[in-house]
């Protein structure tokens, strides 16, 4: 099989789309794992809290949402949740 110029152009070409590919798909997901590691370390942090905090009758509900604010927001987050705790 020869390759002409055509060829390559083709070869080149195609690469390039799966370069732009992967390149549109790689951000969203290194985003998500990024998410998911501070929700992660935010739901640990409010387990941490639950320890210390019940004893001092302030415990924070775990969920999904306060586990987000807490890892995302860090300290103003756990602050945050805190007082939605109180008011709702």
Known sequence: MP????SILLY???????YLCCWIFIKPIKWLLRLG???????VTILLWNLVGS????????N?????FA?????PGM??????????
């Open 71 to 75: 890892g995302v927001l860090g300290v």
């Open 64 to 68: 999904p949402l306060t586990a987000m």
């Open 37 to 43: 590691g501070s929700c992660l370390l935010g739901g």
């Open 3 to 6: 390759l002409d110029a055509g």
């Open 55 to 62: 004893g001092w009758g302030m415990p924070i509900t775990p």
């Open 12 to 18: 080149t070409a195609g690469l390039f789309l799966l």
């Open 79 to 88: 602050i945050l949740t805190g007082i939605l705790e109180r008011i709702l």
